[in-house]
């Protein structure tokens, strides 16, 4: 072949080159279509619906938002958002998840993404626990906190410009045990072990799913609590998809290891948006005629429902 020959064809692999990625990426920017989420807490769920507990351990009514007493901001209550993006089809397929953290978002509470034209789900989780895990469609946590999900259907057509508010929901119930008796002198820790503990989340469905072993808190007194009345120790639950019942053993124990006292409380059902409380004895150990396991159940809010949700059936 001659010496021009060759030239020519080189040169046309050359121009080949580099023609195509310009081209494919204008085509890929072309297909992408700008979507923008705010994130915000529903107001019925700002703080926990309060419970009304026998006297003399009353807790205040809720009181109506006010300058002295404002609404929460958002970073308030949450650190950290989990931004989830599911394609629709008859198994629904992760394109995308994203973290965005109060501490390191200067738009905290937006999202901003480009996706292509089609049909999607979106979940948003927010939540306050230090380290979340993400695996098979499920969330586990370091520890469980207070936590608000949304899961919204998103049809994204070409040339969509798409803007959407989006009202998150607290689904967790926060069990708590305050104690009757006064912290004894001789304490030195209180733990809680819980059994069928919904601590991780099925982000298709915002249930919770039980943990296959119990799940143990410990909190270790100081010596200035010595002496002190109406201590609270509290855990937060998911609400599972059955009927699965949480029960506590708690025990109080003292130097050298010794058991004050031990007790378990079964059949705890939590309730979203909701705080269950028991008030009982929990630290001094018990009289030889005394029942150990007597508690006064407190049920937040008097039972009363959250707003319903208002659906018009088809003609």
Not at 18 to 34: G, R, T
Not at 75 to 90: F, P, Q, R, T
Request: contains cysteine; aromatic residues 10%.
């Amino acid at each position: 072949m001659k010496k021009k020959e060759l030239c020519a064809v080189a040169c046309l692999f050359w121009l080949a080159g580099c023609s195509d990625p310009a081209s494919d990426e204008i085509e890929i920017v072309k297909n992408l279509f700008p979507v923008q989420f705010s994130v915000q807490l529903q107001k019925e769920v700002l703080p926990f619906s309060s419970t009304r507990s026998m006297p003399p351990n009353t807790v205040p009514e809720p009181t109506v938002p006010n300058e002295e007493n404002p609404d929460k901001e958002l970073k308030e209550l949450c650190s950290a958002i989990e931004y989830l993006v599911y394609k629709d089809g008859d198994q629904p397929e992760l394109v995308k998840h994203r973290t965005y953290h109060a501490n390191t978002e200067p738009d905290f509470g937006i999202v901003y993404d480009t996706l292509p034209a089609g049909n999607y789900q979106i979940y948003l989780l927010a939540h306050q626990s230090q380290k979340a895990t993400f695996s098979e469609n499920a969330f586990s946590f370091d520890e469980l906190s207070d936590s608000f999900y949304k899961g919204q259907e998103l049809q994204l057509k070409e040339g969509d410009e798409t803007n959407v508010d989006i009202n998150l929901q607290r689904i967790v119930s926060r069990i708590e045990f305050k104690a009757a008796d006064k912290i004894p002198e001789d304490i030195v820790r209180f733990e809680l072990a819980v059994s069928n503990h919904p601590d991780r989340l099925d982000i298709l469905t915002g249930k919770g799913i039980v943990s296959a072993g119990p799940n143990d808190f410990s909190y270790e007194f100081k010596t200035e609590e010595k002496g002190q009345s109406g201590k609270i120790h509290s855990f937060y639950s998911f609400i599972p998809t059955g009927d699965e019942k949480i029960s506590v053993t708690l025990t109080a124990t003292g130097s050298d290891n010794q058991v004050l006292r031990k007790r378990t409380v079964t059949y705890i059902i939590p309730i979203a948006n909701k705080i269950i409380r028991y008030t009982g004895i929990l630290y001094t150990p018990p009289k030889p005629d005394e029942t150990e396991n007597t508690f006064n159940l407190i049920i937040g809010n008097n039972g009363e429902w959250d707003e319903p949700e208002e659906n018009e059936l088809p003609e």
